[in-house]
């Protein structure tokens, strides 16, 4: 069990950042969220309760915890809290950075703007002052962060969920245009894509019960878009725009070599 004082500077914070209030009900020793509209009416809190599934009653998933497995984010969360204070303060951050293919370090300042997970890690999106625009960094790249003493001003027309509307994942290229996709999943897959759209723009078309489903989407052509219609694999035809079709078609086929030796 975390120490007392840990656990309530934690309830302090969930109420400062969503609202929501964690209380004690004496009569059991259990804690309980008192105002659970709360969820309801703030995204974020609705988000994480959903994210990791985690009851209301905080007791009944306690005595859980050895059997509710949720998927862990490796590496990056270190950086979660002063990341979110600044957020919370509209306060600059300097940040040394490391990326996969660099060997050496850049440090750079960045005014944060959102943070977003996708496949298990954590991004977050700011203004990057050196480059004088917005960019995403992958949070397991940061070496050191430090809050500074500038504050800046988030645009009043900055909306999170808009600047990531057109895509799957965090790739944003604004020369990319809004395609429209279209998509035959066969099988289950069908039935896993009713369930988990890939994109909120998803709409069902033409299918055949138990054969096949026909998806189309309005979406920019992203590598992610692209690695995710790789992993249905055998399950999935993407029938528009040819381009598409014809870069799924040549991947398949690159892979295939690694096992026809």
């Known amino acids: 069990p975390i120490p007392t004082r840990t656990f309530h500077e934690h309830r302090k914070g969930i109420k400062e950042m969503l609202g929501i209030d964690i209380e004690c009900d004496r009569s059991k020793n259990v804690y309980y969220v008192k105002n659970p509209e709360a969820l309801d009416k703030n995204k ?108 800046f001003e988030l645009p009043n027309d900055f909306d999170a969920n808009k600047y990531f509307a057109n895509v799957v994942g965090i790739y944003i290229n604004k020369d990319l245009p809004v395609t429209k996709v279209k998509i035959r999943a066969y099988g289950n897959q069908a039935d896993y894509l009713r369930s988990t759209p890939l994109h909120k723009s998803q709409s069902e078309g033409r299918s055949k019960h138990g054969e096949f489903a026909e998806f189309t989407y309005r979406l920019c052509i992203t590598p992610e878009l692209v690695s995710q219609l790789l992993a249905m694999g055998d399950k999935l035809e993407v029938l528009e725009p040819e381009e598409l079709r014809v870069n799924i078609k040549e991947r398949l086929l690159s892979a295939i070599k690694y096992y026809v030796r």
Do not use: C
């Open 44 to 151: 974020l809190a609705k988000w994480l309760l959903n994210k990791y599934s985690i009851p209301k009653d905080f007791a009944t998933f306690n005595g859980l915890k050895d059997r509710v497995l949720l998927e862990e984010i490796p590496l990056g969360q270190a950086f979660l809290d002063p990341i979110m204070e600044a957020m919370l303060h509209n306060m600059e951050l300097r940040i040394d950075y490391q990326q996969y293919k660099g060997e050496h370090m850049q440090t750079f300042h960045m005014q944060p703007y959102a943070l977003k997970v996708f496949n298990r890690r954590w991004y977050l999106l700011g203004y990057l002052k050196e480059q004088e625009g917005l960019r995403i960094i992958a949070l397991d790249r940061i070496l050191h962060i430090d809050i500074l003493k500038n504050y």
